[in-house]
Structures are given as structure tokens and as C-alpha cells.
């Protein structure tokens, strides 16, 4: 039967009210979905975020079918095809369709696959603005037009005033002021964060379980473990995680989004990130239950404010940045760094105590929290000297929320600088001191946070001081960073020369961190 609309739906967009659904005639049309191992394989992905995505599809491609719409779905092992763009080449040729329609994709190497694929089967090709945002890319590229450089609370005001987010009667801020960030820095002390409410927990059921198995037979290498799966695979399921969030943790969320704790990998954190990326939820729907827990007394302004940041402020204003800087931002490398990614990022077998903590978690859930990412794994990858496309493929591949247009830009240019000051005012360079003061990661560490060179020093110590160092220049030209370099200045030469000895002993012989 001719096919009008072949619509493509890419592992990323699973959503029941995606625009690309619109019009659809189930009588003409039919949908297209395909895992291909590429999508693995094109970055090294870890079991566990190969398993969320694989386990995410195949549930809403039943989602589709009982809706009664015709689908091609392709699945691991039951076809022959590699890559997106051979399976789409296959599809095109067999169904002849008038059109594709998708929504816009979430990385721009798939954006420009689909179009080659497409142009060279002579098919018209329909991608329609993915309303899941609430900014489009053409109103980002508005915004950041004519501008040297961009400063993402400017974005996150407008953005509160177009969507009338957390404002008053007056159109003013609640609470009087945009950002409550210097209140949401609490560590826990040293007691720790004491009982802590346990996140929802989904047991695999037929369909994931069949994934699991599926990924161990086909990437048995692959790092990482999918044995602990318990992520929400269904928009029914993500909706549960996201009112236990709103329910128990969200009031403590902001005070404490910085903090770390030994073992503890969840704390207070929402853990809806993936289920946002995949589009099971919509970033209107958790930023309104948030705001609804503020105006019930339930959660305090500071932490909804704080939580409404990270998704109306950072993730829109990531997303913007990604398509602006495309395709440059994949090959920025501002500071000039080169190092390999020491071979522990993939093993977790260090020991530094915090990456130890950090990676290990990760490696094991597929996720870590903000600051983890920031100020531990990707702190250290700067001070380092790591190059960055290493860093990023490493953060693309073990992270199950790592959807390209959200991690390329925080890993690439906020955690190692090396879009220099377009889109961040500084680089996060910090030394074992921040660890110790918003964690309890250095206890029982066999490296001193205080020692800065020979035996016992830090590697998060001696690193800082040495990026310091290396970067004096450009870290005295930028107001936020001088205090930096005023510091460095305190020590004398000797002192100084033993710590960039330290640290070109300890980038010969990462293996020994």
C-alpha cells in the first residue's frame, strides 16, 4: 500500500503528543523506529544507557500500536542493518513514501544523516520545531544574535517572564529577587544527611527484561553494568518518579543540590532527566508540580526556584546553545588541552576517593548528580589537561539522561572551558578543598586535600594549582577568576616548581592515581 508520511521517531522523542504526530491518517501513514548498533557503538555507550533507551522504545512503540497506527519498528538482532542511515535507506526504497516527517533531532549528526538519506532517495523531508522546548531554536538564535558572548541568567529571566513562571501580580520575581543560588550551597556537616527518603524503584518487567538480554548478547564489552536496572521506561512510570520527587524530596532539594555524600548517589535529587530527555514527561508539566508544591506550602522557594532553574534556565538555555554552536562546538578546545582521559573514567579503579564515589556510581546507575559531573569527574578532566572530545565521548557514552544537544555543551564548554567565555564566565577549576567542604569523600582517602605536591598530595590539589599555572594569563584577564591567580602568587618558587613537578609525575603515571 503507498505510504504518504513516513514519520521517524529517533529513540530521543517518545512522546504521544509530538508534533510529528500531527495530521497523522493511520489509513496512509505508517511510523519508523530502528535500534541499530551504531547508536551504541558511535560513542562507547555503557549497558545501562544502551538498556534505558532500548527498553524506553520498545515500550512506546507499543504505546503506538495500540493507538492503531501502523509501525516499522526494527529491532536489535532481527534485522541486518548497522546504522540509521542504511535501515532509512532501506525504508525509503521499499515504501516510497511522498514524505518524512520528524520532529527536529537532538544531535546534529543524526539531523544531517536523515537529510543525506533522504536527498539522495529524492524524498522530501518535513522536520517540524519540537514544541517539547520552551524555546525554539530560531528564538534562541534571536537572543543570542549580536551578542560576544552569552550569559544564561539573562535567558532564564526572559524566559520566566515569556512563561509567567514563579512570578506576582506585578510580573515581578516571587520572593523579590530572580535567583535564590547563594542560599542552595549547604553541605551536610559532619553528620551527614541523615535518613533519607528512598527513590521509586521500577522492576524490569517482560519488555526490559528481554532489552537486558539483548544488550548483554550483543554488548557484552561495553563497560558498565545493567544488572541494578531500575529506570522509568514509560511516561505512566516517569509520572511516578516525578510525584515522589515533588512529594519528598524536592523540599530539601535546593539547600542541599550541591552537596555529596559517600555512597549516597540519589540524596535529594529528582533523577527526571532522562525520563525529560526521553520526552516521557514534558518540562512544563514538572516545573508547574513544582511551582503548585511552592503555593502549597509544601516545598520552599529557594528549592522550586532552584529546580525551575535547572530546567527553564539551564536545559533550555543548553539546548539553545548546542544548535547556535553547531558544528564547531564538537571540536572546541579553547585551552589548548590534549592529555588521554585517564583509563580509570571507564573502571572507576582509582584511588581518589571522590572520582572513586563518582564514577563508580555512575558506572553502576548511569547517573550522577550535577556537581559530581561539574566539580569532581569533569573539575578533574580540565585540571588535567584531557582533550575534549575524550572527555565528552566518555560523558556521552555512561550517562542514561546523555542526549547529545543537553551534554555536548555542559561537558565541553562548561566543565572544561573550551568554548572559552561564549556561553560560561568561567572555568569550574577547583582543588580537593571544595571537595572536602561539600562532601565527606575525603575521609579515610589515602591523598591529603591540604597537600599540594610530593607524597600524599592530592591529584584534585595539585592539578588546580597546576591549571592555575599553565593558565595564569587568561584566568588574571576575567574579574571572577583573579582571586585565582592572587592565590598562586602566595607561593614561593620552590614550593611552586614541586608542584608542577608533582603533576607532570602524576599525568606520566595516571594509572597509579
Known amino acids: 500500500m503507498p505510504v504518504r508520511n513516513l514519520v521517524v521517531v529517533l529513540g530521543d522523542q517518545l512522546s504521544l503528543s509530538s508534533v510529528a504526530f500531527d495530521g497523522f491518517d493511520a489509513a496512509q501513514d505508517r511510523v519508523w523506529m530502528a535500534e541499530v548498533r551504531e547508536e551504541s557503538e558511535h560513542v562507547p555507550s555503557t549497558q545501562m544507557r544502551t538498556a534505558l533507551f532500548l527498553s524506553a522504545m520498545r515500550h512506546f512503540a507499543e504505546a503506538i500500536t495500540a493507538r492503531g497506527m501502523p509501525i516499522d519498528y526494527l529491532k536489535l538482532g532481527a534485522h541486518a542493518f548497522t546504522s540509521i542511515e ?24 543524526l539531523e544531517q544523516t536523515i537529510a ?45 517572564l515569556k512563561h509567567e513562571v514563579l512570578l506576582d501580580a506585578r510580573g515581578q520575581p516571587e520572593g523579590g529577587q530572580w535567583n535564590f543560588d547563594h542560599d542552595n550551597r549547604n553541605a551536610f556537616g559532619r553528620n551527614g544527611p541523615g535518613m533519607l527518603p528512598p527513590p521509586p524503584s521500577f522492576a524490569p518487567d517482560a519488555i526490559t527484561r528481554e532489552v537486558l538480554a539483548d544488550v548483554e548478547t550483543h554488548f557484552a564489552g561495553h563497560y558498565g553494568s545493567a544488572a541494578q536496572f531500575d529506570w522509568p521506561v514509560t511516561r505512566e512510570q516517569a509520572l511516578v518518579a516525578m510525584n515522589d520527587f515533588m512529594a519528598h524530596r524536592l523540599q530539601d532539594f535546593g539547600r542541599f543540590q550541591d552537596a555529596m555524600w559517600t555512597d549516597e548517589p540519589v540524596l535529594y535529587h529528582g533523577l527526571l532527566s532522562s525520563s525529560l530527555n526521553l520526552k516521557l514527561l514534558d518540562p512544563r508539566e514538572v516545573i508547574d508540580a513544582a511551582v503548585t508544591q511552592w ?4 516545598a520552599p522557594l529557594e528549592s522550586v526556584e532552584g529546580f525551575v532553574r535547572q530546567i527553564l534556565g539551564w536545559r533550555e538555555f543548553m539546548r539553545g546553545v548546542y544548535w547556535w554552536r553547531m558544528p564547531q562546538l564538537a571540536g572546541a578546545n579553547a585551552l589548548d588541552h590534549h592529555e588521554d582521559l585517564p583509563g580509570w573514567y571507564w573502571t572507576g579503579d582509582v584511588g581518589m576517593n571522590c572520582m572513586k564515589q563518582a564514577i563508580g556510581q555512575t558506572l553502576q546507575r548511569g547517573h550522577a548528580h550535577h556537581i559530581q559531573r561539574l566539580m569532581v569527574t569533569g573539575n578533574f578532566a580540565l585540571t588535567f589537561g584531557v582533550a575534549p572530545a575524550q572527555v565528552h565521548a566518555w560523558y556521552l557514552s555512561v550517562y542514561v539522561d546523555a ?88 607561593f614561593g618558587t620552590d614550593e611552586l616548581a614541586d608542584i608542577r613537578r608533582t603533576a607532570r609525575q602524576m599525568r606520566e603515571r595516571p594509572q597509579l592515581l
Not at 86 to 109: D, F
Not at 295 to 298: D, L, N, P, S, T
Request: hydrophobic content about 40%.
Open 86 to 109: 542504511a535501515a532509512l535507506t532501506y525504508a525509503l526504497s521499499h515504501h516510497r513514501p511522498q514524505a518524512v516527517v520528524m520532529i527536529e533531532a537532538g544531535e546534529w549528526r
Open 116 to 160: 543525506k538519506v533522504c536527498q539522495a532517495a529524492q524524498v522530501r523531508l518535513v522536520v517540524r520545531d519540537d514544541l517539547h522546548f520552551m524555546a525554539s531554536r530560531a528564538e534562541f538564535t534571536e537572543h543570542a544574535h549580536g551578542k560576544r558572548r552569552l550569559v544564561m541568567e539573562d535567558f532564564y529571566r526572559r524566559m520566566r
Open 295 to 298: 503555593r502549597a506550602g509544601a
Open 403 to 490: 542526549v547529545e544537544w543537553v551534554e555536548l555543551p555542559n561537558t565541553v564548554g562548561m566543565s572544561l572551558y573550551a568554548d572559552g567565555a561564549r556561553f560560561v564566565t568561567k572555568p569550574y577549576a577547583a582543588g580537593g578543598a571544595y571537595i572536602r567542604r561539600m562532601s565527606n569523600y575525603c575521609d579515610g582517602c589515602r591523598y591529603k586535600p591540604g597537600t599540594r605536591s610530593g607524597e600524599g598530595a592530592c591529584p584534585m590539589t595539585v592539578m588546580y594549582w597546576d591549571f592555575v599555572a599553565r593558565h595564569a594569563r587568561m584566568l588574571e584577564n576575567n574579574p571572577r577568576t583573579t582571586v585565582m591567580t592572587h592565590n598562586l602568587r602566595q
